[in-house]
Nanobody, 120 residues
Framework: QVRVVESGGGLVQPGGSLRLSCAASGSIFSMNAMGWYRQAPGKQRELVGITSGGSTNYADAGKGRFTISRDNAKNTVYLQMTSLKPAVTAVYYC???????????????WGKGTLVTVSS
């Protein structure tokens, strides 16, 4: 079984910074990709960015003030957010694509999300 758990969300003032973490654990043979999505109140879930094979691709939602990094040894991905604005208030979800064993198919996993609120 695989668990994907986010941490680091909370309330931050406009202009502030926050770093989210996401750790995948359990039966993991290889990690193909890890990344972040977000869902703002009343809106659809959207991609922030994905890191895979040493490169990171950002969607429009993640360009500018967001940086994704990854610790392969720990199966952990981070989302560094700076100069935060109220418009980025959302639940941030971690996303992992992996194989549990050498012969298992590639599977997709989601965390339960962590709420980021930007407000004064």
């Amino acid at each position: 079984q695989v668990r994907v758990v986010e941490s680091g969300g909370g309330l931050v003032q406009p202009g502030g910074s926050l770093r989210l973490s996401c750790a995948a654990s359990g039966s993991i043979f290889s990690m193909n990709a890890m990344g972040w999505y977000r869902q703002a109140p009343g809106k659809q879930r959207e991609l922030v960015g994905i890191t895979s094979g040493g490169s990171t691709n950002y969607a429009d939602a993640g360009k500018g003030r967001f940086t994704i990094s990854r610790d392969n040894a720990k199966n952990t991905v981070y989302l560094q957010m700076t100069s935060l604005k109220p418009a980025v208030t959302a639940v941030y979800y971690c996303y992992a694509v992996l194989r549990g064993t050498p012969t298992s198919p590639v599977m997709h996993y989601w965390g339960k999300g962590t709420l980021v609120t930007v407000s004064s």
